[in-house]
């Protein structure tokens, strides 16, 4: 079955940190890739996406994911966080001809001031 | 342009009680999707109807139906409520060509 990984559950940064969070999906074929955030209270909204090209995506507050094709993963990074960073961010998959996409299991991310 | 809207956006209910939730879109998308989030789980698709007039489960469909009633509102009903369907529910619909989902604001709901 086809599964999306996020390594880190809870993380948890100060003002100006540095981020990486991590995503790995498991099929090897044609994908699009999705970085979603739910900051608190809210519904989820995109972050950025990748569908082909240049495999390194900027979205938008500064974020950006770089998609490496022989690891199977789409990493989203973010030079210096800021306390509005505070929020969820779920990694999502769509295989080639699927209308199902499929979630990792979320990363909560703490920034405090 | 609202996006996609749903109703409604709390409820409480009794073991056993039924009900419905409703989801609109107007972004003229084919897709449209409802899951549920719960904490530590992330979401999981409930149902998903690809185009008007289909419907499909997903990975967690016992104790739900679902009607595409047109290509704009797409309905999540419980016809028998039980506290593990205590959960946020979250209604989506997909851009076609571009697999982006876009989410509805959500309904809390509880089941006593």
């Known amino acids: 079955a086809q599964s999306v990984s996020q390594h880190n559950h809870h993380v948890i940064l100060s003002e100006a940190a540095s981020l990486e969070l991590g995503c790995n999906y498991s099929y090897g074929g044609t994908v699009n890739l999705f970085w979603y955030v739910q900051y608190p209270g809210q519904h989820l909204q995109l972050l950025l996406k990748y569908f082909s090209g240049d495999p390194l995506v900027k979205g938008i507050k500064g974020f950006e994911a770089e998609f490496i094709k022989s690891k199977f993963s789409f990493n989203l990074r973010k030079p210096s966080v800021q306390w509005s960073d505070t929020a969820e961010y779920f990694c999502a998959v769509n295989y080639e001809g699927s209308y199902i996409p499929t979630f990792g299991r979320g990363t909560s991310l703490i920034v405090h001031p | 342009n609202a996006g996609v809207t749903q109703t409604p956006k709390f409820q409480v209910l009794k073991t056993g009680q039924s009900m419905t939730l409703q989801c609109a879109q107007d972004m003229n998308h084919n897709s449209m999707y409802w899951y549920r989030q719960d904490p530590g789980m992330g979401l999981r698709l409930i149902y998903y109807s690809a185009s008007e007039g289909t419907t499909d489960k997903g990975e967690v469909p016992n104790g739900y139906n679902v009607s595409r009633l047109n290509k704009r509102e797409f309905s999540l009903r419980l016809e028998s409520a039980a506290p593990s369907q205590t959960s946020v529910y979250f209604c989506?619909?997909?851009?076609?060509?571009?697999?982006?989902?876009?989410f509805g604001p959500g309904t809390r709901l509880t089941v006593l």
């Open positions: 989506a619909s997909r851009q076609g060509g571009t697999d982006t989902q876009y």
